[in-house]
C-alpha cells in the first residue's frame, strides 16, 4: 500500500526565501510527525500533530517555522527567512495511534533534503 | 526519555549473525526499547520495540537483559541490503510521549 510521500524530495533555496515542503501521510493515521536531520546526526523532533490539533511544537527552532494540519490529513511544514542552517533533511512520520496506544509504531517518508544557499 | 548508549560503526559479514548492543542504564520501569534503521537517503524503518521480555519478528529478534540495562538486537543472517545506521531509542508509552528521541546510531556496514 502508499506509505508516507513528501514532496519535494530536494529543494534548493537561497537564503532569505521562504519554503513549504509538504506531507502525505498513511491514509487514516491520526499522528503526524516533523523532524529534522542535519548531515551525519539522527532525526531530532520538530513537531507533532493529532488530527488537526498540533498538540507539541517544542522542537520548532525558531519563529520562522511554522507547520500545520488543517484538514487532519496532509501536513506542510513552512520556514520563513530561510538561513543557512536550516540546511537538513525534513522527515514526516505518521502513526495509526493516538496517545495511549500499546504501539507507537511511526511510519517514515524518505524526507525532502533542503539545501539553503 | 533515558539516554541510550551505541558503539558508532561496526562490521558484520554477510550470512553471519549482527549483534548490535545498547546502553540504556537509566531506563524507567515504563519504557520500551525500541530499534529503527534508516537505510541511505531513506526515512527511518521501524524493526521492533520490546519492554522486558525478549522479542522476535521477521526482521530481528531483541533481547533485553534481566536489569533491562542493556539489550542487543540480532539480525540472524546479514544481507548486504541490512546496511544502515541503527539506532536504539527508549521511550515511555504515556501521554504526550510519542516523539522518538534518536541518537547517533550504530553504522552497521555488512561486506562479503
Known amino acids: 500500500g502508499a506509505g508516507v510521500s513528501q514532496s519535494p524530495r530536494y529543494k534548493v533555496a537561497k537564503r532569505g526565501q521562504d519554503v513549504a515542503l509538504r506531507c502525505d501521510p498513511i491514509?487514516?493515521?491520526?499522528?503526524l510527525f516533523w523532524y529534522q536531520q542535519a548531515l551525519g546526526q539522527g532525526p531530532e523532533f520538530l513537531t507533532y500533530?493529532?488530527?488537526?490539533?498540533?498538540?507539541?511544537k517544542s522542537g520548532l527552532p525558531s519563529d520562522r517555522f511554522f507547520a500545520e494540519r488543517p484538514e487532519g490529513s496532509v501536513s506542510t511544514l513552512k520556514i520563513q527567512r530561510t538561513q543557512q542552517e536550516d540546511s537538513a533533511v525534513y522527515l514526516c512520520?505518521?502513526?495509526?495511534?493516538?496517545?495511549?496506544?500499546?504501539?507507537?509504531?511511526?511510519?517514515f517518508g524518505p524526507g525532502t533534503r533542503l539545501t539553503v544557499t | 526519555d533515558a539516554k541510550t548508549t551505541q558503539p558508532t560503526s561496526m562490521d558484520c559479514a554477510e550470512g553471519r549473525a549482527a549483534n548490535l548492543p545498547c546502553n540504556h542504564s537509566?531506563?524507567?520501569?515504563?519504557?520500551?526499547v525500541y530499534w529503527y534503521r534508516q537505510i541511505h537517503s531513506q526515512g527511518p524503518q521501524y524493526i521492533i520495540h520490546?519492554?522486558?521480555n525478549n522479542e522476535t519478528n521477521e526482521m530481528a529478534s531483541l533481547i533485553i537483559t534481566e536489569d533491562r540495562k542493556s539489550s542487543t538486537l540480532i539480525l540472524p543472517h546479514a544481507t548486504l541490503r541490512d546496511t544502515a545506521v541503527y539506532y536504539c531509542?527508549?521511550?515511555?508509552?504515556?501521554?504526550?510521549?510519542?516523539?522518538?528521541?534518536f541518537g547517533t546510531g550504530t553504522q552497521l556496514k555488512v561486506e562479503l
Open positions: 512520520a505518521s502513526s495509526p495511534l493516538q496517545t495511549g496506544g500499546s504501539s507507537y509504531e511511526q511510519y
Open positions: 491514509s487514516g493515521h491520526v499522528s
Open positions: 500533530f493529532q488530527n488537526e490539533a498540533q498538540l507539541d
Open positions: 537509566t531506563i524507567s520501569g515504563n519504557e520500551y
Open positions: 520490546g519492554l522486558k
Open positions: 531509542i527508549v521511550r515511555a508509552l504515556t501521554g504526550g510521549g510519542n516523539k522518538l528521541t
